[in-house]
């Protein structure tokens, strides 16, 4: 199964150990084009094959397997606080203080990240685009995790689209820079491999979260260009195709 994963570790008294996985493209039995770890239900993909592809992800993790909250995201910035499993839709972010409930986001060319609270049980997953940076919904997420109590001791990056890759529009780039900080369309608008405007919207995400006061070296990121990597998910090159994502959840003790 091909996917990065990791423990971040509380140091609050009595916090629990947070898990998370960036997944990829293989490893799973969905049929073309779906093949085959796709993770969402949305695509088209058969739906016995996505809930053996979140079972298996599930179990590599030590994770329930019926304790997943998926997110079906919009490109806006509203939050929600969870606590139960089930499909989420409208928002592009998920919170949870339940140990053992596995939040996902999903992407094929945005960016899927994961936050992990310093206070040992809180999390969320978030989806940011270009239109996620716009709306900033990475500061929606941190805001709402600081009104819940918590800060943030570690941020997982997941794979997309990167910018000498991603050509876009200029009125884009010009949004972005309208919308966000200079430190953030800064990061974001870069030019593409062959001259013209681009977005890296992860680029975009660090400069954010540094703003937002986050230490850099909690920050990490996985995978690679979704463009580029054929073990990545990628609507972009594809069209029709699945959805990779990332799983954080804090492990019951």
Excluded at 49 to 62: K, T
Excluded at 171 to 185: H, K, N
């Amino acid at each position: 199964m091909s996917f990065a994963h990791g423990l971040v570790h509380s140091s609050a008294p009595g916090g629990r150990p947070a898990t998370w996985a960036a997944t990829g493209r293989s490893g799973g039995i969905s049929a073309a084009p779906f093949d085959t770890l796709n993770l969402a239900g949305y695509v088209g993909d058969d739906p016995t094959a996505v809930e053996a592809n979140r079972r298996a992800v599930a179990v590599e993790l030590g994770l329930p397997p019926s304790r997943w909250c998926v997110m079906q995201s919009v490109h806006g910035a509203d939050v929600s606080v969870v606590d139960a499993p089930g499909v989420v839709t409208g928002v592009d972010a998920l919170i949870t203080r339940v140990p053992g409930l596995a939040l996902i986001a999903l992407a094929a060319d945005c960016v899927p990240l994961a936050l992990v609270g310093t206070d040992g049980q809180t999390v969320a997953a978030v989806h940011c685009g270009w239109r996620g940076l716009v709306v900033d919904v990475v500061g929606e997420t941190v805001r709402a995790m600081r009104a819940l109590g918590t800060d943030i001791s570690g941020v997982v990056v997941g794979p997309a689209v990167c910018g000498r890759c991603y050509p876009v529009p200029a009125e884009r780039c010009a949004e972005i820079v309208s919308s966000t900080s200079t430190a953030v369309s800064s990061a974001a608008c870069v030019v593409t491999a062959d001259g013209q405007p681009g977005v890296d919207v992860r680029r975009g995400v660090r400069a954010r979260l540094g703003e937002l006061g986050i230490d850099p070296g909690c920050v990490q990121s996985v995978a690679g260009c979704t463009v580029e990597e054929p073990e990545l998910f990628s609507y972009r090159r594809d069209g029709v195709t699945g959805r990779q994502g990332i799983a954080v959840a804090c492990l019951a003790q």
